[in-house]
């Protein structure tokens, strides 16, 4: 009869590592595993898990390496101990760097092995361990704005209803604070989920992170557009319809394929300097009904174009909606922008810009003729990576 082998541990952010560790302890017997409950870790490590104890759970137990696993009902760094009642092993299975006197002490009160292994990684992998995930970069995305930017304010929406176009994109850069590229609802999103999206329906993941940012205690009393936390959460293309309300009347994706490929190959950003502390974008604004007119018909151009795959239609729509922007919210061009725009608006390549979020700074998204023939003659810009659904 194979012996009863237990290890105990969180397993929240689960990786290559923590499978090869499950299969170097079942090689002594019949594995199983006790997993941290989600108050434990939060009471020892002071903070929420990444995924839940019954997530955890599941995904432990479909490891082929493991016999069972259970929730450990105890507390703190000895939680364990009411599972290894239940399972009686004959061998404790611990990390080189997971051991302590006090667990030895506990096998050999009850007379089981204790063994120590050192953490090696699979032949061909990286070693992996939890914390230098946590310090890896954050895999949460962020997203800019294609056109209609400021529609999604009702003061503006009151004079003219329409849509808001954005591209959800893959953090493959890093990303800057304060630079138009939704990085306060960004900010926001991590003190919820540090780490990356959790797996829900997107529209309603965008709808939960759109109230959680606009606390209603909030002490400056302005609200949030959707368009960001749309822009984040809902992946690909995504075209929403605003009509004197904060969240959109309708909301409408693509995700195909050519369209995203197609976008990848004709925008890049290129990087200008953070919008300052105390710039104000909506200082001296316009807001006309004839501005938010020429917003919303520039916008909906510009989705007619992406779907047609039209790429001079789609730069004139582009630069359209942005000198709408620029014409109601003058202060989105802080002194410096202008440099920036007519250091690339002479190259031939480039067919239309904007800047990404309400401006003052940031990014420039630039339209040009082809992606990578302009990243290869202008190093300073980014190839950006639409977000796919399941990314």
Not at 66 to 77: C, E, P, Q, R, T
Not at 118 to 131: D, M, Q
Not at 314 to 332: I, N, R
């Amino acid at each position: 009869m194979a012996k009863k082998v237990f290890v105990s541990g969180c397993y929240d952010l689960l990786h290559s590592g923590h499978v090869e560790f499950f299969k170097q302890a079942a090689a002594y017997g019949d594995l199983y595993v006790g997993i941290g409950s989600d108050a434990t870790i939060l009471d020892y490590k002071h903070h929420k898990t990444v995924y839940s104890e019954q997530e955890r759970l599941f995904m432990v137990k479909a490891i082929r390496y493991v016999k069972d696993a259970y929730i450990n009902a105890g507390h703190g760094i000895m939680d364990f101990v009411p599972t290894l009642d239940i399972v009686k092993p004959d061998i404790f299975v611990v990390n080189s760097d997971g051991g302590n006197e006090e667990k030895r002490a506990l096998c050999e009160s009850r007379g089981i092995e204790y063994v120590v292994l050192e953490r090696t990684p699979e032949p061909g992998l990286k070693a992996r361990s939890s914390t230098d995930l946590k310090k890896s970069p954050c895999q949460i995305p962020t997203r800019v704005d294609i056109a209609g930017t400021w529609i999604d304010q009702p003061y503006v929406s009151k004079y003219a209803s329409g849509w808001a176009l954005t591209l959800s994109i893959e953090p493959t850069f890093e990303i800057q604070n304060r630079c138009g590229l939704a990085t306060s609802t960004r900010n926001n999103i991590r003190k919820i989920w540090p780490y990356q999206l959790p797996h829900m329906e997107p529209e309603m993941l965008a709808k939960l992170v759109f109230c959680f940012e606009n606390d209603p205690e909030r002490s400056n009393g302005f609200i949030s557009g959707a368009q960001d936390a749309i822009g984040i959460c809902m992946p690909g293309l995504t075209r929403h319809f605003y009509d004197c309300h904060f969240w959109p009347e309708r909301i409408e994706s693509c995700t195909d394929e050519k369209v995203l490929s197609w976008l990848e190959g004709h925008l890049c950003l290129v990087p200008m300097f953070p919008r300052k502390e105390h710039c104000s974008v909506v200082e001296g604004k316009r807001v006309t009904a004839e501005g938010a007119q020429a917003l919303a018909a520039a916008a909906d151009r510009c989705w007619t174009a992406i779907m047609a795959l039209d790429l001079e239609a789609f730069a004139a729509a582009y630069a359209a909606s942005f000198e709408a922007q620029v014409a109601m919210f003058p202060a989105m061009m802080q002194p410096g922008v202008q440099d920036f725009i007519d250091r690339y608006a002479g190259d031939g390549d480039v067919l239309a810009w904007k800047m990404t979020g309400a401006g003052g700074g940031g990014y420039l998204l630039l339209v040009v003729n082809e992606t990578d023939g302009f990243l290869a003659e202008h190093p300073e810009a980014i190839r950006i990576v639409a977000r796919r659904p399941g990314m």
